[in-house]
């Protein structure tokens, strides 16, 4: 069996075992549920509801205010207490409307019907997926209705469904495919039927043996469907390397995949895509993990949105004493965070809480540079760490343009690899910011 990948990469612990095994369990919130008005790449959706409104689960609460931005919708019933701003996980106020959960979860009518989609048209799929709210699950959070609409849809020849979940310790998009696979099959179903010319490839890392092996059951007799293995490698999954790996093709600086006939969703996406759909159900709930070795429970949750991370850690057995680190997401990308009564938003999909804080031990372990090479050569992206850095720390934005710094996925390879642990990817962090608005100022310049 041929095993795909891309060139550059690493292969942290995957620490895996913690949760892989850990059926999800649904998690029933007993707080109020907060939703944040920007949790998606755009313009934040404009709230629809006014203090104490009654809402039910399933309501619209907040609307897309653009054609880059995405509905919002209670995962409760109750009312609105308040729309105000509040610290999210990174402890930066956001606008938030704010839901009084009744503890009934009484749905709005129609939501959760089992409706024949059989005869829908591509425009009405399309809009069923908007009126949802579904962005991107794996993290990107970018409106998913969007992504269905490329100028030349007969030009889309690879839906590629990302079941890499490369970040280590995260098993919930595992746990997806081998509890609800109609939902993610399906759901790729729907999404290939809206380009003609397309297949459905579902790319899996080969450290999920049984996923790989239900799924390829699954869509056997489709010719329209197939399951591709991975090699378990990171970052497998982020959207560039799993084109390549996938098609045999390079996406250029700042393309999108669509521009090579292809379109790239995660596993929960499809299967967010298939529930809107066939059920008319909006977001409410996630997927969601809860690991690492300052957890007394490690476990998959399936979360309603909104709900308090706070709620989430307590579900996993709560933290050890002693725990030292919390990261939204995982190791490799996540962010560290210091508020755990923040809410579960759209984007989120791990929780892990850590004994050791590792970037601390890096900090008093750092050298110099002694120039090796290894985070050039683990790059997957081609780019050259040594030197974007010292661009960084000499504040010359150009030559870290130039550089292709801009094209950065914060991945964190280069910092894993470096032997002098040199804190490459926090700098990076620090000044793509910037380089991108250099980008906007020169891209201005030249209009004028």
């Not at 799929?125 to 908007?130: F, L, P, S, Y």
């Not at 239900?214 to 056997?220: G, R, T």
């Not at 010292?390 to 950065?408: H, M, Q, T, Y």
Request: hydrophobic share 40%; net charge neutral; glycine share 10%.
């Amino acid at each position: 069996m041929a095993i795909y990948s891309f060139k550059g990469g690493v292969h942290p612990k995957e620490n895996k075992e913690l949760t892989a095994e850990k059926a999800f369990v649904e998690l029933v919130p007993q707080g109020d549920l907060v939703y944040p008005l920007s949790q998606h790449i755009g313009k934040p959706a404009a709230p629809v509801v006014k203090k104490n409104d009654p809402v039910l689960a399933g309501q619209l609460i907040a609307q897309a205010d653009g054609f880059i931005s995405a509905n919002i919708h209670s995962a409760c019933s109750g009312k609105v207490k308040a729309i105000e701003r509040r610290l999210n996980a990174s402890g930066v106020p956001c606008d938030c409307i704010v839901i009084e959960n009744d503890g009934q979860f009484t749905p709005a009518p129609g939501v959760g019907e089992k409706i024949d989609y059989s005869g829908l048209t591509s425009q009405e799929i399309i809009a069923k997926i908007k009126d949802a709210g579904i962005v991107g699950l794996g993290g990107a959070g970018f409106p998913t209705n969007v992504k269905m609409m490329p100028k030349n849809p007969e030009e889309i020849y690879h839906i590629v469904a990302n079941g890499a979940e490369c970040e280590p310790g995260i098993t919930c998009d595992d746990r997806l495919m081998r509890e609800h696979t109609d939902w993610v099959v399906e759901g790729l179903r729907i999404v290939v039927s809206l380009f003609p010319n397309a297949k459905g490839v579902i790319a899996i890392e080969d450290n999920k043996p049984e996923a790989i092996r239900i799924m390829e059951e699954a869509v056997k007799g489709d010719d329209r469907l197939s399951v591709l293995t991975l090699k378990t490698k990171y970052p497998e999954g982020g959207e560039r390397n799993l084109v390549h790996a996938v098609t045999g093709m390079y996406m250029e600086s700042g393309a999108l995949p669509a521009s090579l006939g292809v379109i790239v969703d995660n596993v929960a996406t499809l299967a967010a895509i298939y529930r809107a759909v066939a059920y008319n159900e909006p977001i409410m709930t996630k997927g969601f993990t809860a690991t690492g070795d300052a957890f007394n429970a490690p476990g998959n949750f399936i979360v309603r949105l909104g709900t308090s991370l706070r709620e989430i850690a307590d579900a996993a057995g709560g933290l050890k004493d002693g725990a030292k680190k919390l990261i939204l997401g995982g190791p490799m990308m996540g962010p560290a965070i210091s508020n755990l009564d923040a809410p579960l938003i759209k984007a989120n999909n791990a929780l892990t809480a850590m004994m050791e804080d590792e970037v601390e031990k890096a900090e008093l372990e750092m050298n110099p540079c002694i120039r090796c090479g290894r985070c050039t050569r683990v790059c997957p992206l081609g780019l050259v760490p040594q030197q974007m850095a010292v661009a960084c720390e000499r504040n010359d934005i150009e030559r870290f343009v130039k550089l292709n710094g801009a094209d950065c996925i914060q991945c964190g390879t280069c910092s894993f690899i470096c032997p002098a642990k040199r804190p490459l990817t926090q700098l990076f962090k620090q000044t793509k910011p910037v380089a991108m608005s250099y980008i906007r100022m020169q891209a201005q310049k030249k209009e004028v």
